[in-house]
Nanobody
């Protein structure tokens, strides 16, 4: 059974930082492109950042220079370090694994507010 379990969300003030983690099980992790998506209320789900099995990364323009995606193939983990958070980063953040199949985590809420 495939599972992607996110953690690390919460409430943070503008300018603050959070680190999201995603633990994967039930897949050959190193084969998958791993990504973080987010969905704000009333908006479509959007790609935040992605990382290939070899470590190539891409980011949404809105988070470039503030967010960093990384992965640990040995631990089957993917991370999203989020710095200089803004209120518009408020959303539910989802972990995504994509190869021949696509899997989603249940999401973790990130709220940026003073």
């Amino acid at each position: 059974q495939v599972q992607l379990v996110e953690s690390g969300g919460g409430l943070v003030q503008p300018g603050g930082s959070l680190r999201l983690s995603c633990a994967a099980s039930g897949i050959i992790f190193s084969r998958y492109v791993m990504a973080w998506y987010r969905q704000a209320p009333g908006k479509q789900r959007e790609l935040v950042a992605a990382i290939t099995s070899r470590g190539a990364k891409n980011y949404a323009d809105s988070v470039k220079g503030r967010f960093t995606i990384s992965r640990d193939n040995t631990k089957k983990m993917v991370y999203l370090q989020m710095n200089s958070l803004k209120p518009e980063d408020t959303a539910v953040y989802y972990c995504n694994a994509k190869d021949a199949s696509v899997y989603w985590g249940q999401g973790t809420q990130v709220t940026v507010s003073s």
